[in-house]
Structures are given as C-alpha cells and as structure tokens.
Nanobody
C-alpha cells in the first residue's frame, strides 16, 4: 500500500536547522511531484515547498524562500526539506504530499518545534 513516512522533526532553538525526510513506497515516486506542507495549531495547512517529479524545478512559499530547500532522491524514493534560520513561527506539524493528477497521498506528519 501507499506509504509516506516523515522523519527528522524535533525541538530546535531559534536560528537552528533541521532536515526533514519523507520516505515513499507503494507508488511510482519518480512520477509524482512532491510537496511539503505545514499546519500550526489553530491555523490552516499551508504549502511550504514543491518539487517537480524529476527534481528540476522547485517553488517555495514567500516566507520560506532563502531558508528552506526542498530536494529529492528518486533512487531512494525520498524527499527532503532542509530548514535553516528557523523561527518560532515555523513551529508546526510538517507533512509531505505526493500528487499526480487526481492522485494525492499524505504522510502522518512530523512535529517541528522552534523554541528556546
């Protein structure tokens, strides 16, 4: 069955860095665009970053530009989110999403907490 498993979240101090991973299985990973979303308490889920199926194109939400980097390794069926210069407002549950046409799959999320 389809699985997306996020990892790498945790507690980090402001200004710190984290690298999230999302391991995919059960579908043709290299055919899907991949996304990272996040949802903070009491807020709607928002798009963080997107990467095309072959990894040649990326897009970021304005507040993440220059701080976050999305990448993928199609040989490992894994997408990454490198986060740096983290701020308390980056605290949220981070989800990866695979999308192609009408197909969309979600992971269970990983908590990122930015606090001193």
């Amino acid at each position: 069955q389809v699985q997306l498993v996020e990892s790498g979240g945790g507690l980090v101090q402001p200004g710190g860095s984290l690298r999230l991973s999302c391991a995919a299985s059960g579908f043709t990973f290299s055919s899907y665009a991949m996304y990272w979303y996040r949802q903070a308490p009491g807020k709607d889920r928002e798009l963080v970053a997107r990467i095309t199926s072959a990894g040649g194109r990326t897009n970021y939400a304005d507040s993440m530009k220059g701080r976050f980097t999305i990448s993928r390794d199609n040989a490992k069926n894994t997408v990454y989110l490198q986060m740096s210069s983290l701020k308390p407002e980056d605290t949220a549950v981070y989800y990866c999403n695979a999308a192609r046409g009408f197909h969309s799959y979600w992971g269970q999320g990983t908590q990122v907490t930015v606090s001193s």
